[in-house]
């Protein structure tokens, strides 16, 4: 028997380290239990990515065979001038929506950290953005018309001409960012409000004794206790308000005047009205790399790998 349990024990430990580590009973396990997410991240992500790849290096039109012509695709898109002035209308979307969103959410979630105790008024925050983006995108289109909307209804009361929010080249793209800010920024502030169940309460009484107000807590130990999840929140965000589609397709379907045609409108147009699959793949995995570098850009420079609270 102690030679058989010593014959065990010689056999385990000539087993290279690497493989107790990938193929031990607790990493089979683990496996196992994410098998299921990873067979649909393989499905619905990782291959449709692969073959969009291929189909970006040709001319596929969705009716017949695809075939290869290299760069021409990429060279195409790098001198289309709409595909500028799109990259330009989204990235103008995005300085409307995000600061704006960020900065109230931050509030919201103060708020309601300090002041509103009720779980129901809180559930009332968030309620926009468990609302389809489509059916938010409709209401607010009636409540924007210039002759039935309550905006309209409540300038001609004031005396003061009607606003074409949605019909006006100047007045389209921040109506459709303050649609979606209204929308979503409740999503911000929820994940903002569990950072700051995070931060400890004795780090404020410290504060306190030390003379701290309200507003130096906030500028010295909230904001900087809460990087890793406003990081989070700017990188999800920005990602978030270049995918903007929904609400400008039920709106104003990239106009008036091409003022708000963002990219994934313009990838829509060339995929779906156009038939060019293979030119419209070749600006989604330019806009791919895009979000790439913007999201290492942010990581790095607010220092996502790090946190204020070790």
Avoid: C, H
């Avoid at 929140?233 to 709106?251: R, Y």
Wanted: no cysteine.
């Amino acid at each position: 028997m102690a030679n058989a349990g010593m014959t065990q024990s010689i056999g385990a430990s000539k087993t290279p380290a690497w493989v107790r580590q990938w193929f031990g009973a607790e990493t089979l396990t683990a496996w196992l239990f994410i098998l299921p997410s990873l067979i649909g991240f393989v499905t619905f992500y990782a291959v449709p990515m692969l073959r969009g790849v291929f189909y970006s290096f040709t001319d596929w039109n969705m009716l017949k065979d695809p075939n290869l012509i290299g760069l021409g695709n990429y060279t195409k898109l790098f001198a289309d001038k709409q595909f500028w002035r799109s990259l330009q209308v989204t990235g103008y979307y995005v300085l409307l929506n995000i600061p704006i969103q960020t900065v109230l959410a931050v509030l919201l979630a103060v708020m309601m950290e300090r002041v509103v105790k009720s779980t129901w008024v809180r559930s009332i925050f968030i309620l926009p953005w468990l609302l389809p983006p489509v059916t938010v995108a409709m209401v607010w289109v009636w409540l924007l018309n210039p002759g039935m909307g309550m905006f309209g209804i409540a300038f001609k009361a004031l005396g003061l001409p009607p606003l074409s929010f949605l019909g006006s080249p100047d007045q389209a793209m921040p109506s459709i960012a303050m649609i979606n800010i209204w929308q979503y920024t409740g999503n911000a502030a929820l994940l903002i409000f569990a950072g700051l169940q995070t931060i400890p309460k004795e780090v404020y009484e410290a504060a306190s004794i030390d003379g701290a107000n309200d507003a130096e807590q906030f500028w010295w130990i909230t904001i900087p206790l809460l990087r890793p999840v406003l990081v989070f929140v700017l990188v999800t965000t920005v990602i978030g308000s270049f995918q903007v589609f929904d609400t400008v397709a039920v709106t104003t379907k990239g106009g008036p005047v091409d003022a708000t045609r963002v990219i994934l409108w313009y990838i829509y147009e060339y995929a779906f009205s156009r038939f060019k699959m293979g030119y419209a793949t070749a600006i989604s995995m330019v806009v791919f790399a895009i979000l790439m570098v913007i999201t290492f850009i942010q990581m790095r420079v607010l220092r996502a790998d790090s946190s204020d609270l070790a």
